[in-house]
């Protein structure tokens, strides 16, 4: 079905995309697999690109583009290409509204030009051992020292993506006492720089898939920065959070949308190639019917989600369809990873091939940026139950 939000300039920056693809990373898959992340360069690439800083302000360095479609098409490229670009999405997709909605002109100038040229790479640290679903019970605390001049910032955090190399991370903070009765009041958003006293990473953790993708456990140790790094008002966090969470379940839900289509084409082309009792596996009626289930289903989340772009960009998004798109999206994924692993025989269990890295690589999106459960919660919400 023709994409109706795509024009020529959105098609030369995806053949750009493509080409520094499958120049620069394609032949280092192995390489980066094993280091568990792209090296330090890659990101200052991707900075000289344009592609860290396309929603930066010119001023600072950046595309000055207001539109989320050219980090669609970077999904889209990396699905196609069966590679990754480690904690990209973090980094550019969901930490910078932050920065540009609620970061003051000083901070701007102090982070924005680093952002996007790749010399300061940054993470979101929300999740805690005791606390994921539930961001209300977040116990890290962050205490302002008696002068007033900085935060002393005490508490674990788990499951960080690019935690192990980012050199800020925005972390989420108890500035004032749980309170029962204002379950999200007290919680503030502190961006901390990796360098510093006290921060340390704890274990890089082994996951069944996203294997260039840095996840780290971190651990803040009476660790002292200036109050000039608190992003916003204090107290305000949980309202920064509940604001760009529907960016960030886009973001998954359109990144989904990429792999379902990779894993289509992959599918066919497999078939097409494979000869089962003299024939093409694509021969067989069954191929046929799975594939057309799948293309079917990948075309109504694509539709979908090029429409929740199209309000995104308008501001319109609202949280309810972002998590309904989050849903539907990593579900549909899902199922048709899987349906097309199975086309592929026992190759398809063989890391080498595209198909299985996807398959890895999708499950987990049912879980981080808020679980399928949680969607559900704040869609049937929506509904008035
Ligand atoms: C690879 C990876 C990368 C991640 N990256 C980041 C990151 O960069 N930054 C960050 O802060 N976090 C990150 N996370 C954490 C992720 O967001 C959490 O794992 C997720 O929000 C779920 O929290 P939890 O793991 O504590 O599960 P829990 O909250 O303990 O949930 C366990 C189960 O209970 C269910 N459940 C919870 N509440 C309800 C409810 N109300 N009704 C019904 N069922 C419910 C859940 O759906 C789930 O099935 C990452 C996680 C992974 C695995």
Redesign the pocket.
């Known amino acids: 079905m023709k994409r109706t939000i795509l024009t020529e300039e959105h098609d030369a920056f995806r053949q750009m995309v493509r080409d520094f693809i499958e120049r620069d990373v394609a032949p280092h898959r192995e390489e980066w697999d094993e280091l568990g992340h792209p090296p330090r360069e890659f990101f200052r690439r991707l900075g000289e690109l344009g592609i860290l800083g396309i929603q930066v302000p010119e001023e600072f360095g950046g595309g000055g583009e207001s539109s989320f479609i050219y980090n669609t098409i970077v999904f889209e490229e990396v699905a196609r290409a069966g590679v990754s670009f480690g904690g990209y999405t ?1 980094h550019a997709c969901l930490i910078l509204p932050y920065l540009l909605e609620y970061a003051t002109e000083e901070q701007r100038k102090r982070w924005l030009p680093g952002f996007a040229d790749g010399s300061i790479m940054t ?5 805690e051992p005791g ?4 961001l209300a019970n977040i116990a890290t605390t962050a205490k302002l020292s008696e002068d007033g001049s900085h935060y002393i910032v005490n508490g674990a955090k788990t ?3 690019g935690g192990a190399t980012a050199d800020l991370i925005l972390t989420v903070c108890r500035t004032s006492p749980f309170d029962p009765e204002d379950r999200r009041g007290g919680l503030s958003i502190i961006a901390v720089p990796t360098a510093t006293e006290g921060f340390a990473v704890g274990r890089k953790l082994n ?1 069944i898939g ?1 294997h260039q993708q840095d ?1 780290a456990e971190l651990s803040y140790s009476d660790v002292k920065v200036p109050v000039e790094n608190l992003l916003g008002e204090e107290g305000a966090g949980f309202g920064y959070l509940a604001h760009n969470l529907p960016q960030e379940r886009l973001a998954i839900a359109l990144n989904q949308v990429g792999f379902a289509e990779a894993a289509i084409s992959h599918a066919i082309a497999y078939t097409q190639d494979r000869k089962v009792f003299g024939k093409p596996v694509a021969s067989f009626q069954n191929s046929k019917f799975v594939l057309a289930e799948c293309s079917a289903e990948t075309q109504a989340a694509r539709v979908y989600v090029d429409h929740c772009l199209e309000l995104l960009d308008r501001k319109e998004l609202s949280v309810a369809d972002a998590a309904r798109a989050k849903l539907f999206c990593t579900e549909v994924a899902g199922r048709v990873i899987d349906k097309c692993l199975q086309l592929h025989g026992g190759y398809g269990y063989i890391t080498e091939y595209p198909i299985a890295r996807l398959y890895a690589d999708t499950r ?1 999106t049912r ?5 399928s ?2 969607m559900k ?1 704040i869609i049937s919400k929506d509904l008035g139950l």
């Open positions: 973090v993470a979101i640290a929300m999740t606390t994921g679903s539930d499951f960080i993506t996951k996203l996840t987990v879980i981080y940026g808020g679980t459960e949680v919660t």
